[in-house]
């Protein structure tokens, strides 16, 4: 059974930087997308960030892109997301997110759907 513990979150001023990473315990299919999701209080849960491990090929959601980096280190089995340039909108449960069921055509990295494998989340709190 796979396991993805999160850990990383923390507090941080609005310009600051954290480095969230989530330890994958087990394996998951190279073909299938791993991501970051985050989900503030009252919202609904939304991507932040997705890669493709058997390319590296990464994807960002649009207000995201140019502030965080999202990587995994293949030999640890560990999925990280630097986050820079922190804004208190960015305020939010992050959680860590892969797929175990087969692969599947077309896409999905974006959609909570297409992931049946969840972290605990771990906290993030930008203050202004």
């Known amino acids: 059974q796979v396991r993805l513990v999160e850990s990383g979150g923390g507090s941080v001023q609005a310009g600051g930087s954290l480095t969230l990473s989530c330890a994958v315990a087990g394996h998951t299919s190279p073909s299938n997308y791993m991501a970051w999701f985050r989900q503030a209080p009252g919202k609904e849960r939304v991507v932040v960030a997705a890669?493709?491990?058997?390319?590296?090929?990464?994807f960002y959601a649009d207000s995201m892109k140019g502030r965080f980096t999202i990587s995994r280190d293949n030999a640890k089995n560990t999925l990280y997301l630097l986050m820079n340039s922190l804004k208190p909108e960015d305020t939010a449960l992050y959680f860590c997110?892969?797929?175990?069921?087969?692969?599947?055509?077309?896409?999905?990295?974006?959609?909570?759907?297409?992931?049946?494998?969840w972290g605990q989340g771990t906290q993030v709190t930008v203050s202004s």
């Open positions: 997110a892969a797929r175990a069921a087969p692969p599947i055509s077309g896409g999905g990295w974006s959609r909570v759907g297409y992931y049946d494998l």
């Open positions: 890669i493709y491990p058997q390319t590296a090929v990464t």
